[in-house]
């Protein structure tokens, strides 16, 4: 069940850091690593047969399923960008239209209007549903930094600590908006997660050796 909250600013992001924020997402909640995404207009289709694990749900869709993500740029007309990610949601539909889709599974910066976006069983991860799944998981925040200036931040601590706090949080929420992951970063998570590595872990509950492990490894990536 996904918990209730004010949605993060997905309208921010971009095109590019939104489809890398919904692909770390389903990698992560639903065990897709495809490289087989095909480019459709404002955003990325995937087929997949056997159907997927709906993230932050214990049920799965059954199969043939299809995977869009949709990032359209609407500023503040909410019913033009609800009528566009329709157009698109139907044109892909209809071009995918030998594959007999059972279920499609929509992941989109446009917040749901009411209206039926195809004629599959669909279930939609808009604002509201992505903001909740990007809360619940710090290993996602990790993938995808950026998130932290959109809004992940200020879940982070509580507004008590942040009021007594002298660092420049509007500054590192600017930073983190724009910030773009590189090969080099994700190689040092990766190091991160082989040892078993997770934010707020002490050298103490970790044990030393292995964070020292840890820090000469990602060191190494650096040099």
């Known amino acids: 069940m996904l918990e ?21 997402l389903l990698n992560l909640f639903s065990g897709l690593a495809s490289a087989e995404w095909h480019t459709v207009p404002t955003g990325r289709f995937l087929l997949q047969p056997e159907g997927v694990p709906v993230p932050g749900e214990e049920r799965k869709l059954a199969g043939p399923t299809g995977i869009l993500v949709v990032w359209i740029n609407h500023g503040h007309d909410a019913p033009k960008a609800a009528s566009t990610l329709q157009g698109v949601v139907q044109d892909t539909l209809n071009e995918w239209a030998q594959a007999s889709l059972s279920s499609l599974l929509l992941l989109t910066n446009v917040s749901p209007d009411g209206a039926e976006v195809a004629d599959v069983h669909t279930v939609r991860l808009g604002p509201q549903e992505l903001s909740s799944l990007v809360a619940s998981s710090w290993a996602l925040r990790l993938r995808v930094p950026s998130v932290l200036g959109i809004g992940a931040l200020e879940d982070l ?46 050298d103490r509950r970790l044990g030393a050796p292995r964070m020292q492990q840890s820090r000469r490894a990602v060191g190494s990536l650096c040099s």
């Open 4 to 24: 209730d909250r004010l949605p993060y600013r997905f309208d921010q992001l971009g095109w590019l850091q939104f489809e890398r924020l919904c692909l770390e």
């Open 157 to 202: 601590a509580a507004p008590e600590t942040v009021g007594h706090s002298t660092a420049d949080l509007e500054a590192a929420r600017q930073l983190a908006r724009v910030f773009v992951p590189t090969n080099a970063y994700a190689a040092a998570l990766d190091v991160l997660q082989r040892h078993r590595f997770r934010p707020g872990c002490s």
